[in-house]
């Protein structure tokens, strides 16, 4: 997934200096930002510094979503933890309305060979013959599930997912991976065929490991939850591109008591 971004198809967030500005594209499911475009954007903004510093490859984020964030311009802080010769950590913030929004760290690692080890064996998988997701005829208004294709693949249990519009303004393949992966308690919802018992679930943080980058549009999640009676949820999924496994992330999720009167 090394392609320049969509040509002629705007970004789900753009930047004008120092201030990112959310499209429509970037709202969520309860309003404000998508906690999957949060993330995305800044783990994107680490890993377009990474390249341009020469770090090596991403291979995991992780974001805390201190407070829900307004579909409004807000501004980042990026930092350096740790810079050596083979690792590098940095740290990321997000900021609007004065408040701190959400707090990311990703780790780089530059390329060493090591001879005699095996990767893993290719598999192949074709979304674009796959069936449309069921659910996407029930999405209504604009949001980020607006800037994406859905399939679902029911021999595996897993649902596939294309950026219709990049998510920011450079490409960002790790990136774009982590803020797929955040759709992954509501693709479990979905295959699973019943909701927990909750008014709502948000996840509180998301963390995504990559063995190595994706290398096409299409990535698919594979997603498993479990729900709690202390109001806690717990959602991992494995992450895959076409030619086969790729990763895992793993999210905290939140349950919302059920409004009064509502089942």
Known sequence: MNAPVLAGVPPVVGREGETWHPTPFAMGPFGGLHGG??????AGEMETRGAELGWGQPVSAT????RPAPLEPFTTQIEEVRGGARLTVMENCLMAGG??????????????PVPGIVPPAEESFDPDAMPEWGFASMVTGTTYLSAV???????NRAVWVKPTNPLGPNPVPFAQAMAIADYATLFSVYLDGERPKAGGWPNADISVHLSRMPESDWIGIQPRSGWYPNGSGLTEAAIYD?????????QSAVLLPMPEGAE
């Open 242 to 250: 076409t030619r086969g496994w790729i990763g895992r992330s793993c």
């Open 63 to 66: 974001v805390y979503l201190v």
């Open 149 to 155: 294709e859905v399939r679902e693949d029911k021999a």
């Open 37 to 42: 475009v949060v993330s995305g954007t800044l």
């Open 99 to 112: 408040k701190l929004r959400a707090k990311a760290s990703m780790a780089f690692l530059k390329d060493t």
